[in-house]
DNA sequence: ACCTGAACACCGTTCAAGT
DNA sequence: ACCTGAACACCGTTCAAGT
């Protein structure tokens, strides 16, 4: 914290003015990612990101205009990261764990990166660039289901449901630590009347209520690659 | 627009004195859908709200003490709408076309009630009644799976899977639509270079990029389902 | 018990002005 | 070309005061 001095009284910091070149655009996205990790990417906001970064507010608006082009240049660097982050396929390998590797390691990467999450989830891709990433690594997946038999159509929409459900995993998931830091562990097991409830009641017990384990998330992968399967055999 | 006078001018509504119990918790939160519907939930302010119900901004706060206390109750009047539209299982039906439709029903409502998805996406359920009603439901629903031979644990984790997946595709389908309204339409197109990508040049053609439709949903659906039956013949 | 205006801290953004 | 402070409209919230 560079300027924590004085928030009440009616001294400003008077600043010193900085150097032509002594922020830039990279600067400014680095520590925009520094403040919404030591907070949230909500808590997020110019004032304290020029704070942080020991500058005058406006001086940021040169660099950015809006606070959404910001976001958008965050959103780039984080969709960056993913893109690495995601293992490539390999020729040892089949589809089955090709997508099963894919998927954990998106998951993964959302766990640990909770500001990375909210950005690419808040939005589609924004840059041409990343755009065409993307496509050239579906294309890629897509190539490999094409190569075990699926038609190309079905191994897009194959690619592309596994991928959803992931998708609802990661939200669902990002939904429950947010809150959790309000509602406070699973104590709401006590709240529910369960004389109704025969078979939740055997099944949900010291676990936190609805939270999901990496079995869980296991468990529907399987049942979609199954699915899958079941249509190569039908062709 | 109940008060849209001066906005510059210094003169103020200088609004008259309103009866004691002229406005509800009701009303507000009733008022509040309002807002919402017309503009979106981020635009939803205490201000704004005051002005549609006329009333002051800090009359709102008698009976919402804070923001997140007015949203809280929202929600709940959400979850209850969404588990009102989600159709109860039928005798003369199997658990396959149970969960389709239960689905289905759940995606078509956040599809045309963006206000209720936005608010329960966001968060967990809150109070007692609410969750109480979900583990009803989810009771049910099990039992339904349990009935046609699923051991418990599998059936809660099979409907658990199939409610992420069709999670995901809510969520995904309503950044779509958030960035649309930016983006408009599909000429994201011709951005791409589609030398290196035989297959999915072959595959996206006129329609939106990575949209998604009712036929794609409806697969992911299938294959979930079809993994499930290949669970269960395999005992 | 319920409604109200004044007031405060904060936030995104514009603009005219410095160097 | 780049950095800055003053200023504005808006937002959530508190508080003391009305009826």
Not at 171 to 196: N, P
Request: hydrophobic share 45%.
């Amino acid at each position: 914290m560079p300027n924590a001095v004085s928030r009440s009284a009616a001294t400003k910091p008077a600043r010193k003015r900085r150097e032509r070149g002594s922020i830039s655009t990279d600067l400014i996205i680095a520590g925009a990612f520094e403040v919404a990790r030591a907070s949230s990417l909500d808590e997020l906001s110019m004032t304290v990101l020029a704070d942080h970064l020991d500058v005058a507010v406006t001086s940021i608006y040169w660099h950015f205009r809006k606070k959404d082009e910001l976001l958008r240049a965050m959103t780039e660097v984080a969709i960056r990261k993913q893109h690495d982050s995601i293992p490539p396929p390999r020729d040892d390998e089949g589809w089955q764990d090709m997508l099963r590797r894919q998927m954990t390691a998106i998951r993964a990467l959302h766990r640990e990166d909770e500001v990375l999450s909210d950005l690419v989830l808040r939005t589609p891709a924004y840059s041409r660039e990343a755009t065409q990433r993307a496509m050239e690594d579906l294309e890629v997946t897509v190539a490999k289901l094409a190569g075990a038999g699926f038609p190309a159509r079905t191994a897009l929409v194959a690619v592309n449901a596994i991928m959803m459900y992931t998708r609802g995993i990661i939200t669902y998931e990002r939904t429950l630590r947010r809150s959790d830091a309000v509602i406070l562990g699973g104590r709401q097991r006590q709240m529910i009347d369960w004389s109704g409830l025969p078979l939740l009641d055997s099944l949900i017990d010291r676990q936190p209520l609805a939270g999901t384990s990496d079995q869980d998330f296991e468990f529907g992968i399987s049942r979609l690659i199954a699915g899958f399967e079941a249509l190569l055999r039908e062709a």
